[in-house]
């Protein structure tokens, strides 16, 4: 097993000392070549001092490696650190798609640290996409990163082709195709709601301009660190370049929580429950829809009888389930996070079965049920397995939804008005209503 090294590299024809980016790039060893690469290459001022690496460098072998026509036309790219694998020449990769890459932030985080493998192995893009991931963490996290790192290079995932990581978005993004921005503060106890915002919302007010300048023009963002309805809509408000309908916050979890009590309830297995929508935010006035959910096919309310459950029992649950699991880990809830990330990947990029939705939090301009603009709210969508998204049209509305989406709906546009610095649109003015986040981890 190589030992973690540090290498302090200078080139003729670079400036790598002081402003280096270091990218673990290989192909694996049991189907595919023998030599994994290292290829570094230049940041702007300010960036990293520090390259390390998981092979010594009088362990590098020389691969028999092709210039490919993607790696000549990388500009930062320099001499024998452009050449990289061609998957065309080898008979198992000639048929793999082309490679994509995907940034992760908060990347040395717990939820990450089920994502990544899950993303590595290639069980959420398919058997023949090679990926690049792209790890964003903090400064105070790049050991872990080179942790992360390692751990990834010894799984020898045929399918991860790429691992670079990082502390600066403008270099982690570039050119990514998905962004699953994970990283942020958690809410810590004397932690006030509307300074949650404002740190979390700096943090991705910086992302999303890092996006707007540097990911592919397609770049699907998700958006899971919290609060992050509000988080998605400062990240998509500083990257005006990027189409809105491509910012998402996670609310597949809150989808999954939904759907599992009313099996529970039901006594019947949770795959038999579809057309579950999550309305709002993702906070304790999210609105689990059980008038427009089904069982079996049928619609929930001809199956549990009991109206009062489901208007108060299974409601705030599925609200405060977060809190509970916070209160029982003694931190945020993180693999059936992850698991959630690649349900919500998966639901954009396969088709929707036929008749049924699935919950993302997205931009409501032109959204067909009455809810304010120029929010980022979960809503039912459906997709063609293209990324995209439309909203489903046959949801049905009654009193009581209509009345816990106006709460919802209240919430958000109160948060909207606290991150008005953030967004562009003038002076914050923070008047939230009631304490309504999770209790965040001790
Ligand atoms: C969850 O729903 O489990 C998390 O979003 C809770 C949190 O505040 O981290």
Redesign the pocket.
Known sequence: MAAMTELYVSYPNTTLHSQSQLHFSYSSTTHFSKHRRISIRTLPPTRNKLVSCSIAPNQIESPPTVLTDDSKKKPECYGVFCLTYDLKAEDETKSWKKLINIAVSGAAGMISNHLLFKLASGEVFGPDQPIALKLLGSERSLQALEGVAMELEDSLFPLLREVSIGIDPYDIFQDVEWALLIGAK??GPGLERADLLDINGQIFAEQGKALNAVASRNVKVMVVG?P?NTNTLICMKNAPNIPAKNFHALTR??ENRAKCQLALKAGVFYDKVSNMTIWGN?STTQVPDFLNARILGVPVKEIIKDTKWLEEEFTEKVQK???V??QKWGR??AA??AVSIVDAIKSLITPTPEGDWFSSGVYTNGNPYGISEGLVFSMPCQSKGDGDYEFVKNVIFDDYLRQRIAKTEAELMAEKRCVAHLTGEGIAVCDLPGDT?????M
């Open positions: 958690p809410r919290n992050c979890l809150d993702h389930r977060g809190g699991l916070i945020s809830s059936s996070t986040m999770l209790p965040g981890e």
